[in-house]
């Protein structure tokens, strides 16, 4: 009652003190004389009761307020996103590469014998004048013992042996030294395989800033820096996420000049890089708001942004392998599935192996994890 009674009388501007309580209105609706009924102890307990209760509303009141200023900030940096995307589609093109966020940090791309790949060589090459590359050239495991000290030039004769060459191509975020990246050379090195891999220009300790024509041409000089060392030994294409835009990229051309490569191996592809971002993650707070292509989508088409494999599978003439898990959240799988049956279709690649390997939820490969299924030796012969 003394609760009900007292937030009833209390005004909406501010809290009083103790000597108010017991002398104002707040004993509304108590005899006149409260102090002929209630003894000193009763008197205290119960203005204790009031102040606090008093307190309280006066609290829940500063946090309701603090709570509406935060969600009023929180939507005007909801709408204002959006036009700061379209004024400055830079920004958008950052979202795509990624290649400010290096995982792990403070790693030393020069030494790879620290992330485990003591048969790995370090190397720098240039694609154009200005511009240098980061790459790494790991050896099939059978030449572990005898790569250790050895130099560049041991390395590249290495490459003229029967064993075949797989060159990786890295999706956006992090660098060649990235962990999941670092586990598959491993796998692919225990099957025989030479892996070259490297960092596109913007990336690592690479030079320059990140593109899509920039990307696809290191792709292509490191295809052609490979092929002239190992002549007609097979040569494999792995693409991986967004890396798996810049190798149709690359394929394309090869096999518009008509020299493809042995294989291309797709790791949790898309078909076009609009329809994964609007698929990303990210992507999901702004997926339904009115415009979301003109502000989103038509920014990365103005950085001549595309990885267009729905595309380019038109003009693919190789084996094809596409790998993806059911549960990755990233490039979702459908959006694999839809690629692999584009190219199931296409006219180019009639005649030639074309397969689709998914890996069921229960494995929990994710996005970067393919590298872990004990059947992959098996897939890839």
């Given at each position: 009652?003394?609760?009900?009674?007292f937030?009833s009388?209390?005004?909406?501007?501010?809290?009083?003190?103790?000597?108010?309580?017991?002398?104002?209105?707040?004993?509304v609706?108590?005899?006149?004389?409260?102090?002929?009924?209630?003894?000193?102890?009763?008197?205290?307990?119960?203005?204790?009761?009031?102040?606090l209760?008093?307190?309280?509303?006066?609290?829940?009141?500063?946090?309701?307020?603090?709570?509406?200023?935060?969600?009023m900030?929180l939507?005007?940096v909801?709408?204002?996103?959006?036009?700061l995307?379209?004024?400055?589609?830079?920004?958008?093109?950052?979202?795509?590469?990624?290649?400010?966020?290096?995982v792990?940090?403070?790693?030393?791309l020069?030494?790879?014998?620290?992330?485990g790949?003591?048969?790995?060589?370090?190397?720098?090459?240039?694609?154009?004048?200005?511009?240098?590359i980061?790459?790494?050239?790991?050896v099939?495991?059978?030449?572990?013992?005898?790569?250790?000290?050895?130099?560049q030039?041991w390395?590249?004769?290495?490459?003229?042996?029967?064993h075949?060459?797989?060159l990786?191509?890295?999706?956006?975020?992090?660098?060649?030294?990235?962990?999941?990246?670092?586990?598959?050379?491993?796998?692919?090195?225990s099957?025989?395989?030479?892996?070259?891999?490297?960092?596109?220009r913007?990336?690592?300790?690479?030079?320059?800033?990140p593109?899509?024509?920039?990307?696809t041409?290191?792709?292509h000089?490191?295809?052609?820096?490979?092929?002239?060392?190992?002549?007609k030994?097979?040569?494999?294409?792995?693409?991986h996420s967004?890396?798996?835009g810049?190798?149709?990229?690359?394929?394309?051309?090869?096999?518009?000049?008509?020299t493809p490569?042995?294989?291309?191996?797709?790791?949790?592809?898309?078909?076009?890089?609009?329809?994964e971002?609007?698929?990303?993650?990210?992507?999901?707070?702004?997926?339904y708001l009115?415009?979301f292509?003109?502000?989103?989508?038509?920014?990365?088409?103005?950085?001549?942004?595309?990885?267009?494999s729905?595309?380019?599978?038109n003009?693919?003439?190789?084996?094809?392998?596409?790998?993806?898990?059911?549960?990755?959240?990233?490039?979702?799988?459908?959006?694999?599935?839809k690629?692999?049956?584009?190219?199931?279709?296409?006219?180019?690649?009639?005649?030639?192996?074309?397969?689709?390997?998914?890996?069921?939820?229960t494995?929990g490969y994710?996005?970067?994890?393919?590298?872990?299924?004990p059947?992959?030796?098996?897939i890839?012969?």
């Amino acid at each position: 009652c003394l609760f009900l009674t007292f937030r009833s009388s209390v005004p909406r501007h501010g809290c009083r003190s103790l000597s108010s309580i017991l002398s104002g209105p707040a004993w509304v609706g108590l005899p006149a004389e409260p102090k002929q009924f209630l003894s000193a102890p009763h008197k205290i307990v119960c203005s204790a009761v009031l102040l606090l209760t008093k307190m309280l509303l006066c609290f829940r009141r500063g946090l309701m307020w603090k709570l509406r200023r935060i969600f009023m900030w929180l939507f005007g940096v909801y709408i204002a996103i959006p036009f700061l995307i379209k004024l400055c589609p830079s920004i958008q093109a950052k979202l795509v590469f990624l290649n400010f966020v290096r995982v792990p940090y403070f790693i030393d791309l020069k030494k790879p014998q620290d992330q485990g790949l003591n048969h790995t060589y370090n190397f720098y090459l240039q694609p154009e004048e200005g511009i240098n590359i980061g790459v790494w050239h790991t050896v099939p495991s059978q030449l572990w013992k005898e790569a250790q000290g050895k130099n560049q030039e041991w390395y590249e004769r290495t490459l003229q042996s029967a064993h075949p060459v797989m060159l990786y191509l890295h999706g956006n975020a992090g660098t060649r030294g990235g962990d999941h990246r670092v586990q598959l050379y491993k796998v692919l090195s225990s099957l025989g395989y030479h892996v070259v891999t490297f960092d596109y220009r913007g990336w690592g300790d690479s030079e320059g800033s990140p593109s899509e024509r920039g990307m696809t041409a290191d792709a292509h000089f490191l295809y052609q820096w490979v092929k002239q060392k190992i002549a007609k030994k097979p040569l494999y294409i792995w693409g991986h996420s967004l890396g798996t835009g810049v190798a149709t990229n690359l394929v394309r051309h090869l096999c518009d000049r008509g020299t493809p490569p042995d294989a291309l191996i797709l790791e949790s592809p898309f078909t076009n890089i609009r329809e994964e971002a609007k698929s990303h993650p990210f992507s999901m707070v702004y997926r339904y708001l009115p415009g979301f292509d003109w502000f989103f989508l038509d920014a990365i088409t103005a950085n001549d942004i595309q990885f267009a494999s729905d595309e380019n599978v038109n003009h693919i003439s190789c084996p094809l392998l596409i790998l993806h898990a059911e549960d990755d959240t990233v490039v979702p799988f459908h959006l694999g599935k839809k690629l692999y049956n584009m190219a199931a279709q296409s006219k180019s690649l009639n005649g030639h192996k074309v397969q689709f390997v998914p890996f069921p939820v229960t494995l929990g490969y994710r996005h970067k994890f393919i590298y872990r299924s004990p059947e992959l030796p098996q897939i890839l012969r």
